[in-house]
């Protein structure tokens, strides 16, 4: 282990998966409506540019189809719709309110025609083998509570050579801006979060979830234990977010 660097997060051995999932789902239907305005505003805007940044590197090839994971309010398959034009675009997410904002967001972009979204689960992804070329997920992975069958489910879901690009939050390397980072999730952003919602508690769980996930090393292993190949990383913005990549072998 790496100095200073925080284990891995393990969820207590008293509550199980389907609770936690209904912990996570609770959360983010009651933020909705404030949802998009605070991460645009507590991010400083750089999570508009961590999505282009990922979307610009997308590759379609076969089918020309994108699933895009815990697709929230829909900033990523717009922005994909909006940049690959050819593309057919399927966003999933378990939170129905949430599916009911990416919804008016992509009626008023006038994509509705190639955006098409469902509430599923993406431990139990809804579709065959090898149907997409490209799955994507910003800020969703770390809190799906089995993230090795997630992995399995996307690499199912690809066709050979189809790849994977997930965006998220971990926690900065260089011990001085590390401290400054978790002063700001843990004192300054509840603070503030408290301000614009009603719901608070939200981004006190948005702290601990981002302090808990593994290091940028120890997902790109687990991505490799999925069976990906060519998996990499991008540090964005000093390394509090990262772009993760990696590709379903062909053959």
Partial sequence: MAPNKLPAYQAPVSVSDEARIKQVRRIFSTITDR???LNHFLSAGRDIGWRRFMVR???FFRTHRLLDL????GDVAIEAARTHSRLQIFGLDFAAPMLAAARSKILRAALADRISNLQGDALNLPFPDGHFDTVTMAFGIRNM???ARVLQEIHRALVPGGGLYILEFT???GRLFRKLYFFYLNRFLPRLARLFTSNPEAYQYLAESIMHFPYPDDFVHEIEQAGFA???KFPLTGGITYLYEGRKAVG
């Fill in 171 to 173: 926690t900065p390397q």
């Fill in 70 to 73: 815990a697709t929230g309010t």
């Fill in 145 to 147: 509570p089995d993230r």
């Fill in 35 to 37: 949802y998009d305005f």
């Fill in 230 to 232: 060519e998996a990499k």
């Fill in 57 to 59: 590197r997308l590759r």
